[in-house]
C-alpha cells in the first residue's frame, strides 16, 4: 500500500489547500465560526481553553487573511469583541475541507 502526502502531489491536486488552516487552533477556530453566525472572544478562550495572547495572535492572523470580520463594542462598560467568518474565509475554509476529504479518499486502502 502506497500512501500519497502533500509533497508527492502536483499544484493541481493541492488546489483548496490553505496554509492558514495547518495550525490545529485556527482549523478549530474557523469550525466554531462555520457554525455559529458570531462568536466572542471570550467565548473562545474558555472552549478553546487557551491563552488571551495565543488566541489574540491567531485570531490577527485569520483577520489578516480576510477569513474574519472583527466587530468591537461594550457590553455595558466592558469591552466585547465578537468575531464572524467572510465570505472569503468561508469559500477558502471550505475548500480545504474539501481538500482534506480529498486526501483521505486518495490513501483509502484498494
Not at 465560526?33 to 478553546?48: G, H, Q, T
Not at 474565509?89 to 486518495?106: N, P, S, V, Y
Amino acid at each position: 500500500m502506497e500512501l500519497l502526502c502533500t509533497s508527492d502531489m502536483s499544484d493541481e491536486s493541492q488546489k483548496g489547500y490553505d496554509k492558514a488552516f495547518d495550525n490545529v487552533l485556527r482549523l478549530r477556530i474557523m469550525s466554531i465560526l462555520m457554525v455559529n453566525e458570531r462568536y466572542d472572544f471570550n467565548s473562545f478562550k474558555a472552549l478553546l481553553q487557551v491563552t488571551d495572547g495565543n488566541l489574540a495572535s491567531h485570531l490577527k492572523q485569520l483577520e489578516q487573511a480576510e477569513f474574519l470580520f472583527v466587530e468591537k463594542s461594550f457590553a455595558g462598560r466592558k469591552p466585547l469583541t465578537t468575531y464572524m467568518v467572510t465570505e472569503k474565509g468561508k469559500k477558502a475554509f471550505q475548500a480545504h475541507l474539501d481538500f482534506l476529504e480529498q486526501l483521505i479518499r486518495q490513501n483509502k486502502a484498494f
